[in-house]
């Protein structure tokens, strides 16, 4: 229990990952504990963990105005520029002018933003500038809808009751992951990143070990080292390969 209410505790600090603690809460009531000294256990252990960090951040914003300094930065000489990595040579940068609101300007790359993100999550390297064949992309989005249609399509169509009451918890929070990542990436933080949506995988990972059709266990098993091949292959031939 402590170690579950530690991880907890640290996934409260990444603000991306606060749609875990809700998911975390409806597994619970899935789950049907009613051990409330367990529970109470685990509340008090995250909230040990999290609490000072989000007390420190607080202060933070609110003694130095950091968003506050962050617009009027942005918004300097009448329109300056913000590279979203400060480096330069990201595809994506912010333009901040006096009296605008905030708007992504796409560099030289051209991308589409949804795509960059999805990018993003299988593999992107360097400074978000070094990216694979579009034929590696279509693989891993093959993969992944494969995957998807074998956990999701069985339990959705013939399960039972409570393994489709979980079901509907996941599709509820993987969207408010979706959404926070769409908001962070393209509203707040004008990167496409693709580690806002790393909250899914937990929660499909449990749905998956939870409510698994067992006819269905080795073709999943198969994709997912498929998924992990693919990955490995972009790393060497993209990621490594950049720096050859």
């Excluded at 809460?25 to 109470?40: E, H, I, P, S, Y």
Aim: aromatic share 14%; charged share 10%.
């Amino acid at each position: 229990m402590f170690v579950a209410g530690a991880l907890l505790g640290l996934s409260c600090s990444k603000l991306n990952y606060l749609v875990s603690v809700g998911f975390v809460g409806w597994a619970v009531l899935w789950l049907g504990m009613r051990r409330g000294k367990r529970l109470a256990l685990l509340a008090l252990v995250a909230a040990a963990i999290a609490l000072p960090w989000v007390a420190y951040h607080s202060w933070v914003e609110l003694t130095f105005e950091t968003g506050q300094r962050v617009v009027e930065y942005a918004g300097a000489g009448g329109g300056a520029r913000l590279q979203a990595f400060g480096s330069g040579r990201s595809p994506i940068s912010l333009h901040r002018a006096p009296g605008q609101g905030r708007h992504l300007v796409a560099g030289s790359h051209d991308v589409e933003l949804g795509g960059l993100s999805f990018r993003s999550f299988c593999g992107l390297y360097g400074w978000m500038s070094f990216v694979a064949d579009e034929w590696m992309y279509a693989v891993f989005a093959v993969l992944y809808a494969a995957l998807l249609a074998m956990l999701v399509l069985p339990v959705a169509a013939r399960g039972p009751r409570r393994a489709q009451f979980l079901l509907l918890g996941v599709l509820v929070f993987a969207g408010l992951v979706l959404g926070q990542s769409v908001y962070r990436s393209w509203v707040y933080n004008f990167q496409g990143q693709g580690r806002y949506l790393f909250p899914v995988l937990p929660m499909l990972f449990f749905y998956w070990r939870t409510c698994e059709p067992a006819s269905l266990r080795v073709p999943a098993l198969v994709v997912i080292a498929l998924l992990g091949m693919h990955s490995l292959m972009s790393f060497v031939l993209i990621g490594l390969g950049a720096l050859t």
